[in-house]
């Protein structure tokens, strides 16, 4: 099998995705969902997407694996082991999903289907991509609840969904992406869900999975410390484009964009004591009707007049590894996130009807 | 349960509590399905609870989802009654008060909820939202209008937007509605129940500084309910941590974060991400499997051994017989603060 091959070098693409742009049309006007994002995903990476609400780190994703709503306009290219994936068929992508790619969402609760038992679940994605019979499957099932650590695998095949706590549902969610040995994980908030203690442990489930089938993983998160933890790689996306991109110390260490900074600055941390914390003002823009130039120059403390009429390119610093979208790069480097941003951000600056705000979360 | 009272979270501080809770129970019945609804068991929401606050402080009550975190603070306001137990505020029972004097009493204790979409009147504009508890407490003719100016630039809105609706506004200008909301009656206690939980990380930092200055400029006493460990250890000045209804240690921030004794204190901390990779990489870890017990039925004894790392790796069958049998009282152990383990160890895990 290709995920195997141990001369296979940590360089080699899986995923490239090129200027990749999703739209899609609203009463509103055009949604601007992903704007022109870039990356190449290597053999048995973890590369983390951060962003919050709205950014397009979902979207994305969803782009990837051919599974957004008909009335998405996509251009650009998805391109799996040189594969093109945005032309390719419906049953094409079939074949590759689950297989060659596989996907873990969010709630688990809905991610399974509530009247089939978690061990059926399980071997029919395996029965979908190899010739083999159901009490073959099923064994594989067993061994693959083993892994992703669920006690007792051999009853716990024969439960349902609702028997299962939300950790144990992620757990059999993962066991599922992993069935097929996949070359790639994309895991979209798998942790979101859940209780911290919880959370650990399902971490460790998907590390377990990435290891055991050698796959790549792309993490999506707003979560900086599971991204930090987690991540080789990190993207940072604001308003469906990628603005910041680098090795994860790059990227908390030397941000080159002021809004990782901002983000930094923002949030309460629990390994030092913070007295004083500082947000980034306003709120993200709306991705309906975007106007031209930098979308985060209304929030940026270091906006000048060409950041409102050019929109500045994803470019490197003085390392080429790591890329930056801001006009002012140099002047975010070697600084703290209380140099820039003011503690005292003014929030009442009222919002474009229709903007696009940060969904509840709990 | 015991005769004596449990130690209760003690303050450094001195000077009489804005609120006490003595040994507060709230158990909900669970009922059989069918016509009968017969009764047919109990969820231990909150087991023998106690705690103070005081005057200018905010306790931080952390836990993950069941512990009981906001079914106390829902009793501390009364809207919904203990099953044992008193809560008194500045001296008085809030048990036995009257609805009338419990509704004046109001004033002094609001709440502010986790939802900012779910808690406004999406059909009144944000004037009236604010002036609402000025209306019902009989406030708003006198000058009620230009109170609610003043409190709308108090939580870092424009006056001039007051004729807008909720939907108009974003999470966290919303979450300022819902503040500005509960200071309309100059309250001396605020609950806030995850009050940041529901919004992005950029606008979190701002509602987290405006809780600060409003307690430095009101001189307000916080009760602060939050799953998030990173935030509370920001905002609080002590820490009560849950677990099934129980309390299980408590101290003042910094010293628990210094001298975490109880285990799953430990693991909470040791499980929550920082954002640092070297220090992430680097990090012990004390990892619990399982889940959270019902609290229909919790375990006998001390209520986290089903999960506990410490019961499950270092003790002698000897001494996790004592985790079986005997209930952990929440007392001082040798660590400088209280918590409720039989075998309470000082870790420094950051």
Redesign the interface.
């Known amino acids: 099998m290709s995920t195997t091959d141990p001369t296979a070098t940590t360089a080699d693409p899986v995923l490239e995705v090129a200027d990749l742009n999703v739209q899609f049309p609203t009463d509103d006007g055009l949604v601007q969902a992903v704007r022109g994002v870039n990356y190449t995903l290597r053999r048995g990476e973890v590369l983390g997407i951060v962003g919050e609400s709205g950014s397009g780190k979902s979207v994305t994703s969803l782009a990837v694996m051919g599974l957004l709503p008909g009335t998405a306009r996509i251009s650009g290219s998805v391109r799996f082991q040189g594969r093109e994936l945005l032309e390719s068929d419906d049953k094409e992508l079939s074949k590759v999903r689950g297989r060659g790619i596989s996907m873990v969402f969010q709630d688990p609760m809905t991610s399974l289907n509530p009247v089939y038992t978690i061990g059926d679940q399980i071997a029919e994605a395996i029965m979908a991509h190899h010739d083999i019979r159901k009490d073959a499957a099923r064994k594989q099932a067993v061994e693959l609840l083993d892994l992703v650590r669920i006690p007792h695998p051999e009853q716990r095949a024969n439960a349902y969904p609702h028997e299962l706590s939300g950790g144990m549902r992620q757990r059999v969610v993962i066991a599922i992406a992993m069935a097929n040995r996949p070359d790639v994980i994309i895991a979209d908030e798998p942790t979101t869900a859940l209780d911290v203690t919880v959370q650990a442990q399902i971490l460790e489930a998907l590390r377990t999975a990435q290891q055991e089938t050698g796959a790549a993983m792309i993490l999506i998160t707003h979560d900086l410390g599971v991204i930090a933890g987690q991540a080789d790689r990190v993207l940072v996306m604001y308003a469906g484009k990628v603005v910041e991109a680098g090795t994860a110390d790059e990227v908390f260490y030397t941000p080159r964009m002021p809004y990782t900074l901002g983000l930094l600055g923002s949030l309460p941390r629990l390994d030092v004591k913070t007295d004083r914390l500082t947000p980034i003002a306003g709120s993200p823009p709306s991705v309906v009707n975007m106007p031209p130039g930098c979308p985060f120059s209304p929030r940026c403390p270091l906006a000048q007049d060409i950041c409102e009429t050019e929109e500045p390119a994803l470019e490197p610093g003085p390392n080429p590894d790591h890329l930056g979208a801001c006009h002012f790069s140099y002047r975010v480097e070697g600084h703290e996130p209380g140099d820039l941003f003011s503690e005292q951000a003014d929030d009442a600056t009222p919002l474009p009807a229709g903007t696009n705000e940060g969904e509840a979360r709990r | 349960m015991t005769e004596t009272a449990m130690s209760p979270v003690h303050s450094k501080q001195h000077g009489t509590p804005v609120l006490s809770a003595r040994n507060v129970v709230k158990h909900f019945p669970v009922h059989s399905g069918g016509v009968l609804r017969r009764r047919i068991g109990e969820i231990h929401a909150v087991c023998d609870v106690s705690f103070d606050i005081y005057p200018h402080e905010t306790l931080g009550l952390v836990g993950?989802?069941g512990c009981g975190k906001s079914t106390t603070a829902r009793v501390v306001l009364n809207l919904q009654p203990a099953t044992g137990g008193t809560v008194e505020f500045e001296g008085k029972d809030l048990g036995e008060l009257s609805s009338k004097e419990m509704r004046r009493l109001r004033r002094s204790l609001q709440i502010v909820f986790?939802?900012?979409?779910?808690s406004l009147d999406p059909r009144l504009p944000v004037n009236e939202i604010v002036a609402e508890p000025l209306r019902i407490h009989g406030l708003y003719e006198n000058g009620g209008k230009d109170r609610v100016r003043e409190l709308l630039k108090t939580v870092?809105?424009?006056p001039e937007?007051g004729n807008?609706f909720p939907h108009?506004?974003?999470?966290?200008?919303r979450q300022?509605i819902g503040i500005a909301r509960a200071l309309a009656l100059e309250p001396k206690l605020l609950v806030l129940d995850e009050p940041v939980?529901?919004?992005?990380?950029?606008?979190?930092?701002?509602v987290?500084?405006l809780l600060?200055d409003l307690q430095a400029e009101l001189g307000l006493s916080y009760l602060f309910v939050s799953?998030?460990?990173?935030?509370v250890?920001?905002?609080a000045d002590r820490i009560a941590v849950m677990y099934l209804g129980k309390i299980v240690e408590t101290a003042p921030a910094?010293e628990l974060?210094q001298n975490a004794a109880h285990p799953y204190t430990q693991?909470?901390?040791?499980?929550?991400?920082?954002?640092?990779?070297?220090?992430?990489?680097s990090r012990q870890?004390i990892?619990?499997?399982g889940?959270?017990p019902s609290p229909a039925n919790p375990p006998s004894g001390c209520r986290f051994r089903t999960r506990c790392p410490k019961f499950a790796n270092q003790l002698t069958d000897a001494q996790r017989e004592k985790c079986k049998n005997e209930e952990p009282q929440l007392v001082d152990r040798g660590q400088g603060h209280p918590s409720a383990c039989h075998y309470a160890e000082s870790l420094q895990l950051?």
Do not use: C, M, W
């Open positions: 993950e989802s986790q939802d900012p979409y779910a870092g809105l424009r937007h807008r108009e506004f974003s999470g966290g200008q300022r939980s529901a919004l992005d990380v950029s606008i979190q930092a701002g987290l500084n600060q799953h998030d460990l990173s935030v250890r920001h905002i910094e974060f693991a909470l901390i040791s499980a929550i991400p920082v954002p640092d990779p070297r220090k992430e990489r870890r990892v619990i499997t889940d959270v950051i």
